[in-house]
């Protein structure tokens, strides 16, 4: 057997062998330091929050922490940072420097850790599993946000009604509601403002002369695009065309709404259902159908409520306001939506077209139901006896052949 003399190990220059990956080092010191890395030892415990640490040093930054000691200064902006590579990832927003390069596309990043989740998107790979549900994310951080659904922990309390949230950007949505409070009112529609500048701009709407007049319906303007825009709901022109799918509407707002739909980011993510949404409210607006949370509660009947868009029409059932007039009869409604539809019976317009007939309907609502006609399609099923319906109107009205026989049952049965 060949002999190793020392002088031979140290000609090597990584005498100190690990024995479990083979890995070699140079010093006796970082091969004990590398095995506590199999091993899972921590040896180094904070005082004051006693967490553990594989290494001094990881230890003595930790501190920094509690201490607030922050001994890297930036010379060009005066910020501290408590770790010396954090001072150096700073220092590239003042030089732009981006020294990790995405081979795939290009793309360049100040951090190793930014490039490699940025690699994911390209690979799609998802390394962080739990082991719970076996849902796959592409960050930790994700991973242990998602967690907490499991574990029932909700380490975001909110400091002024001590609900605790589970995330801080809902926290965060929720604290709004306490800080919303819509203190400017219009003295004309009762309508609420958080800041008076918003109520000065609303109330131009109503001191604006109205010298636009619609020659069809009668109904009065104070600006030209408004009555352009009201007119296509007359004549069933849709000026604003997709180009992607042609498709047509008769307001630019609806045009720009649509090409949302029609993006390929949705950079909003349901940690629950891996939903995706592209704006953070219909996202916030979402999660509230997980965690069953309504925050909006109706003053006269404790009712609660996902969204307060919601509650303020609720609440119009017991106020018994109608803020939505009908100019031509006076007729009012709760909901602008209703008011647009009533109009029509005025009008006559019906701009809703079956595709197979062509006959046209005055609300979306009654051409669905009319489309069925056509496909065949009996969405509305009796629980009883499973008949199904096309009309949820029909349904309601073959129920009540169920009780009107459970009533006659129930009366031979006395009369017996």
Known sequence: METISAMDLLDKGKPFHCHICDRDFSQKGNLQMH????????????????????QKVNLQMHLRIHTGEKPFRCDMCSKDF?????????????????PYHCKMCNKDFSQHSSLVLHIRSHTGEKPYNCIICAKDFSRKGDLNKHMRIHKGDKPFPCEICGKAFYQNSVLLQHLKKHYKEKRFKCDVCNKGFSQKSSLLIHAQKHSAPKQFLCDMCGQEFSKDKDLLNHMMTHTGERLFYCKNCNKSFSR????????????????????????SFFLKRTLVHHIRTHTGEKPFKCSVCEKCFSQNGTLVMHMRIHTGERPYCCEICNKGFC??????IHIRTHTGEKPYRCETCEMTFSQNAHLLAHVR????????????CNKKFSRN??????A???????TAQQESTISE
């Open 35 to 54: 095995l506590r890395t199999h091993t899972g030892e921590k040896p180094y415990r904070c005082s004051i929050c006693e967490r553990d640490f594989s």
């Open 82 to 98: 408590s770790r010396k590579g954090d001072l150096k990832i700073h220092l590239r927003t003042h030089t732009g420097e981006k």
């Open 252 to 275: 630019y707002g609806n045009l720009k709404r649509h090409r949302c739909t029609q993006a390929d980011k949705k950079p909003f993510h349901c940690d629950m259902c891996s939903k």
């Open 335 to 340: 909901r602008n939506g209703e008011l647009l």
């Open 373 to 384: 006609t056509h496909t065949g399609e009996k969405p509305f099923v009796c629980k009883l």
């Open 393 to 398: 109107a029909n349904l309601l009205k073959h």
């Open 400 to 406: 009540r052949t169920h009780s009107e026989d459970s």
